[in-house]
């Protein structure tokens, strides 16, 4: 049993000197230690030694355990160590490898002009305001005068939610006039650009979702004076101080009177024609219309309870898409929604 006991020592020593793995050490833990393990198996006999053996034997064999399991954990540990070390010398940082290049977005060139021009009006203490998309008819027509019957009313022109037509995808940012003078007293100066919808084909100047940018501005003693100095100014600093607007009698049902404001074609100046052939800028024209405009119907005051006796006000109404066109030189509409990166890029 003692030569048997040494044999056991001497291979398992060897066989763990050669392990490799910890895979290696656990298969030879097993082997020789588990509960089928040869030294186990060793101990298992010691029953049928005499009484006087059994200790040294014991002692022997508990002797032979230890120093596997010993031998056992000094392996663990080299063979930790080398594992660690090969995966060391293997993930060298070599830092004149070139980098992966990261691609960096920028912002929207529709929200660029958008930004630009949130600041100029913030600069005059314009307050920028956020509404609903999805408006009831009160607000997006009722109350700023548009009736029942109205022909912008139709259900061929608006996306509305319900069959007796009382909610709506808003048509025009306008419905953010009343929502404000409801919770605000004047002097009020406020901004409101948001998304509004039509059942528009999209084409290169239509698009069923477009960007419009509402302004108002409610004081005592507001005139049209107040109205032609403040967008004139405005528009001045977004196309270029040496920009020519011209104003022209409209009709809108909320305002009164109304007008649109037009800035003389900056490629052709006004004539409509460049070198002999007809300006593709203004399309022969010689004026790009910028924005509807007016003084704020008395009627309007009152629907949202500012006494017209006391207060008056100006309010305008543009397209920011059609601003972002002008300035960046985009012909077509379409591309300012597509997203292409090819074309973002560009701006
Ligand atoms: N809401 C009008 C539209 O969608 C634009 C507009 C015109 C807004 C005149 C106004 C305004 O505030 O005074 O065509």
New binding site residues.
Partial sequence: MKEQLEQIKQQAMAALNNAATPADLEELRVRYLGKKGEVTAVLKLMGKLSAEERPIMGQLANSVRAEIEQKLEDRKTQIHASVLEAKLAEEVLDVTIPGVEVVMGHQHPMNQVLDQVKEIFVGLGYQVVDGPEVELASYNFTRLNIEEGHPSRDRSDTFYFNDDDSILLR????PM?IRYMENHKPPLCMLAPGR?FRKDEADATHSPMFH?I???VVDEHITMGDLKGALVAIMKKIYGEDSVMRFRPHH?P??EP?CEMDMQCHKCHGTGEVDGQTCSTCHGEGWIEL????M?HPDVLRNCGIDPEKYSG?????GLERMAMGRLRINDLRLIFDNDVRFLNQF
């Fill in positions: 048509t025009q940012t306008s006039q509004v419009q509402e302004g108002l809108f909320f305002t109304s924005l509807g405009a007016g704020v100006f309010a305008f109404g543009m």
